[in-house]
């Protein structure tokens, strides 16, 4: 049978356009079709609007360190809008490197929202193309719980284009967006309140990183309100008596704990889900896991022999570096026939807090289940150069884990500036199979704080 496509992908982001445009620069006559801008999550509301937001919020702290510096500042402001438009410019510019990347590549691309009427079928447009092969790259969207109040809150996607910095908010979740949204407000200038049914934010995460950005969040002065949850929000009245509002925020939350907690913006980072509706899944009775995410074997094949998925829609490791990896795993499939599959050992991840906290390789608490006692646990805690003139109180935070009976290292993370940067380096150390005695024999870069990873005793 002879098909319009070798391949169409369903979803415009990171996996989805890296497996479309290199299987067609080998060869294959290719479609992408996608309602949204270009560029998925990570481009439009995610990784880099985040990422540029965190940028604003860290010169505060610059700021307060410049003067130990001798740098007199005078009449700082700072102009949200402006920030916005900049922003906006610059997703506008990747948006169209994608589109130039695909073009160039030769991929046909379709803008509106597609479905899978038949195995080989996809509805796009009210119009239907066939192809050989279909890929669901379509990623995730924010989940907020349904309570009262609950369609009165934002989510991180909201958040990239506020008409107005608020005063105060509210930010609910423990994971490492609702983190790194903490930091970012505050350090804009915002009293900031995180919210946490949890003991601690961060599962998962190492045990020591989790206390030590608590820690520093805690000098910071945002407020952490742990094992508490909102139960219900309602709007403030705001009305006006000699010309003053009588109640000075838009939201009241009331919390588990029969305290309440008033704000201008009320923002919820409790996790995400898989975006699997109206795709026409159920037209081929395509099988999900129980999360909704789509099952996969390790080939990125769905329950459909011609139809697979790669990235946050399949529920596995939801980093776009992770979703590039699987678009060139079975982009070698599409292309030669050979399957293969992405090793999801060691993959570093970092946490774009303030200050930054980067991993790779095991927490602390999995390795004492693999290794036991078969441990040596190394950790460093001090003022960063930084700080000594700066006047600050953030310290830096370094951990190795190593395996005693064979000096490897299984384990690496710091809370720091540039963490993510510094983890980068040693996570291709630990994916080679580095032990301590390497790390040992290794000369340090003076002065650094990296330095420190080389010389622990």
């Known amino acids: 049978m002879k098909y319009d496509f ?12 890296r497996t479309a445009r290199m299987s067609a620069k080998r060869g294959l006559s290719v479609a992408i079709a996608d309602h949204q801008a270009l560029g998925g999550t990570c481009v439009n509301v995610g990784c880099v609007p985040k990422k540029l937001f965190v940028y604003a919020s860290e010169y505060s702290h610059s700021f307060n360190q410049a003067k130990g510096f001798g740098w007199d500042l005078e009449g700082i402001r700072f102009n949200w809008k402006r920030l916005l438009e900049n922003k906006n410019k610059e997703i506008a510019r990747l948006n169209e490197i994608y589109r130039d990347l695909l073009d160039s590549s030769g991929v046909k691309i379709l803008y509106g929202k597609a479905s899978i009427s038949a195995p080989n079928s996809i509805l796009v447009n009210n119009k239907t193309y066939t192809a050989k092969n279909i890929l669901i790259a379509t990623g995730g969207k924010p989940y907020v719980p349904s309570f009262p109040g609950s369609d009165l809150v934002i989510t991180s996607n ?37 919210i946490h049914r949890g003991e601690l934010f961060l599962k998962g995460f190492d045990c020591d990183v989790r206390n ?28 006006k008596e000699l010309g003053q509002n009588i109640n000075k925020y838009r939201y009241k939350a009331r919390l588990k704990d029969a305290n309440s907690i008033e704000a201008d913006l009320i923002m919820f980072a409790t996790g995400r889900l898989p975006n699997t509706k109206n795709l026409g899944l159920t037209n ?5 896991n129980d999360n909704g995410s789509i099952y996969v074997n390790e080939y990125y094949e769905t329950s459909i022999s011609n139809i697979y998925a790669i990235g946050d829609v399949i529920g ?33 991840t970092a946490i774009f807090s303030q200050p930054n906290s980067a991993s790779v390789g095991h927490t602390e608490d999995v390795a004492k289940i693999i290794h ?43 809370v720091g500036d540039y963490a993510g940067e510094i983890i980068q380096g040693l996570a291709v150390a630990i ?4 032990t301590k005695q390497d790390f040992d024999n290794t000369i340090g870069i003076h002065p650094t704080a990296a330095e420190e990873f080389v010389t622990f005793t």
């Not at 820690?215 to 909102?230: P, V």
């Open 212 to 239: 030590k950005i608590k820690e520093e969040y805690e000098i910071q002065e945002i407020k952490l309100h742990f094992s508490n949850e909102i139960e219900s929000i309602e709007a403030s009245k705001h009305k």
């Open 6 to 17: 070798d391949l169409f992908v369903i979803g415009a982001g990171s996996g989805g356009v």
């Open 316 to 348: 596995k490791i939801e980093l776009t570096p992770v979703a590039i990896a699987e678009g060139m795993a079975i982009t070698e499939y599409f292309v030669t026939g050979n399957r293969i599959s992405v090793d999801y050992s060691n993959i570093p």
């Open 372 to 414: 036991r006692d078969d441990l040596d646990i190394y950790r460093s805690h001090f003022r960063p150069m930084k700080e000594t003139l700066g006047g600050g109180k953030t310290k830096v935070f370094m951990k190795l884990i190593v395996v005693r009976s064979t000096n490897k290292v299984v384990g690496c993370h710091m």
């Open 431 to 434: 994916k080679a199979g580095a």
């Open 284 to 288: 081929i009775n395509l099988k999900l």
């Open 158 to 194: 909201e958040a990239f284009y506020l008409n107005k910095l608020p005063k105060k908010i509210i930010i609910v979740g423990g994971g490492y967006i609702a983190v790194e949204f903490a930091g970012i407000f505050n350090g804009m200038g915002v009293e900031t309140h995180l």
